[in-house]
């Protein structure tokens, strides 16, 4: 299944696995990229030690291409550019900011650059100034959202790109990276989807919430102080919005009572009072599985949905 994601990256198929903080580690990593894909280990809330060392470990999990994720609101972004600099993986994709002052540092080091962008604005932007490819995320994602759902952003960031466009928010199936293909993207970057891979060290705990969600057990935090974010509804996340929208609590008080609850859920296992980071496409995550059959089943039913595409006539 090529395109012009997977020439650029030299992998088989046009998925990138996302990258989860706390979560996306080597080990994921090396599995997606073994299976085909590309993997994709987080630095968010990361030192530069665990960078290096998740780098070389993934070295010798995988031979295939695989990629590092620089959270650009990080205290310690440059520190960690600079290591993967120096480790040269694959690629790097970068959000939560400006990724435009590392282009020139990350393309001398040999690294290709995919920033992952909100909208056309930006997306034009980054592809002046030098782009490899683009993460184009919609609001259905997990995790730090935008406000713009997916099919927007397909039916106008494909058009006004000229290079490979990877779409996000809400793929989890084979026939979603057809429809991708079909509108003219080169691929889609899946993250909610391998939460309950075997090889996803994300806590037990919250694997088997997720296992038993439902397709309206998502919720979005945030959204009225400028930093929505898309996990399962639990006791936190309730109280959190219900907070939010009461207008009683300042901005301020409302970030503090986030901070470290992403790591609490996924490492520490508190599925109640932790922020369990996933996207709105639930119900395919029904059971634990190697990374390996999850992807080759969405490459199946992708051919199968393009199959009969290719059937379909509307004249």
């Known amino acids: 299944m090529g395109t012009r994601l997977t020439e650029l990256l030299g992998i088989q198929y ?26 994709i280990i987080s630095t968010g809330g990361r030192t530069t030690e665990y960078t290096q060392a998740e780098i070389r470990r993934c070295r010798t999990l995988t031979q ?29 994709t970068l959000g939560a900011g400006n990724p435009v002052p590392y282009f020139e540092k990350l393309h001398a080091a040999g690294i290709k650059v995919i920033p992952v962008v909100p909208n056309v604005k930006l997306a034009k932007r980054v592809e002046e100034k030098g782009a490899d490819a ?12 935008g406000s713009i759902a997916t099919m927007p952003l397909m039916t106008q960031v494909i058009p006004a790109a000229s290079l490979p466009v990877v779409m996000a928010g809400g793929f989890a199936d084979g026939r979603g990276l057809a429809a991708a293909l079909v509108m003219g993207a080169s691929g889609v ?30 919720i979005v935090t945030g959204l009225t102080i400028g930093g929505a974010v898309r996990g399962l509804k639990n006791k936190f996340s309730e109280n959190f919005v219900k907070m939010e929208y009461e207008g009683k609590t300042s901005k301020e008080e409302l970030l503090k009572l986030a901070t ?9 296992g508190d599925t109640e009072n932790g922020m369990m980071q996933a996207g709105q496409s639930l119900l395919p995550l029904d059971r634990i599985e190697p990374v390996e059959t999850i992807i080759n089943r969405i490459i199946i039913e992708a051919q199968d ?4 595409a290719n059937t379909i006539s509307i004249s």
């Open 14 to 39: 046009p998925i990138i696995q996302g990258a989860m903080a706390w979560i996306s580690d080597a080990g994921l990593a090396a599995a997606v990229s073994n299976a085909g894909g590309a993997g």
């Open 64 to 92: 295939k291409p695989f990629g590092v994720n620089v959270m650009l609101m990080a205290p310690n972004k440059d520190e960690i550019v600079d290591v993967i600099c120096t480790e040269k993986p694959a690629f790097v």
């Open 134 to 145: 683009i993460v184009v995320e919609g609001m259905e994602a997990g995790g730090h959202i």
């Open 189 to 218: 970057q899946m993250g909610t989807r391998f939460l309950v891979a075997e090889e996803c060290p994300v806590h037990q705990n919250m694997k088997e919430k997720l296992l038993k969600a439902i397709d309206t057990d998502s």
């Open 260 to 268: 470290g609850t992403n790591k609490l859920a996924a490492v520490d």
């Open 305 to 308: 949905a393009l199959d009969r």
